[in-house]
């Protein structure tokens, strides 16, 4: 049995939520238009896809499970939603401001229940076809062929749910514990650390 929350914390690992979204951004561009890939090394794209397709298959497996964290879920808060409480949103990067990690691809209810957001992810395309839709756009960042539009729907359709899926599964991995792993500090514990 996979740990699929392992999988979400081993893509922050790599990637923090401003950054993912740039460089899930800057494939999507690049996939529509008809350059190839500018950014430091193609290698760059294909690791980020290969972890992507990762973080996908966890967002099947926690679904199909119903694999719910209580802690990820908030109450309706009307102050929250004014985004105040940062230790429900923020992670915990040096350089980072909460308008990095600002949901900008999520409803507010999506934001309070990010599994919402999987829920709706899983539903909009099989797995298998999820697959397909990253292939066709990493193949064609990396070509000077533009996709256009893929055979699974339109590119403005993946870059939607591929944001909401990355914006989901950071609020999960701010909100949930494990004891088997250290905890990661929260946004209020980063003075603290120096």
Not at 9 to 16: G, L, T, V
Not at 95 to 104: A, D, L, Y
Request: hydrophobic share 35%.
């Amino acid at each position: 049995m996979n740990n699929y929350y392992a999988v979400i914390a081993s893509f922050f690992d790599c990637y923090d939520l401003s950054h993912a979204r740039s460089i899930l951004g800057k494939i999507i561009k690049t996939a529509d238009s008809e350059k190839s890939w500018k950014g430091r090394y193609p290698v760059d794209v294909l690791h980020f896809s290969e972890r992507l397709q990762q973080l996908i298959e966890a967002a099947f497996g926690i679904v199909e499970q119903y694999d719910f964290k209580p802690e990820a879920e908030i109450n309706d808060d009307k102050e929250l939603w004014f985004l105040a409480k940062h230790e429900t949103y923020c992670g915990w990067h040096v350089h980072s401001t909460p308008w990095n990690f600002f949901p900008r691809y999520l409803s507010k209810k999506e934001f309070l229940d990010p599994y919402k957001a999987l829920q709706k992810f899983t539903s909009c395309h099989s797995l298998a076809v999820w697959k397909m839709v990253l292939k066709e756009i990493v193949e064609s960042a990396l070509s000077p062929n533009s996709v256009d539009e893929t055979d699974n729907g339109s590119l403005l359709s993946a870059w939607l749910y591929l944001h909401k899926l990355v914006e989901a599964t950071h609020l999960i991995e701010v909100r949930s514990t494990d004891e088997n792993k250290k905890p990661r500090f929260k946004w209020k514990d980063r003075d603290n650390e120096y």
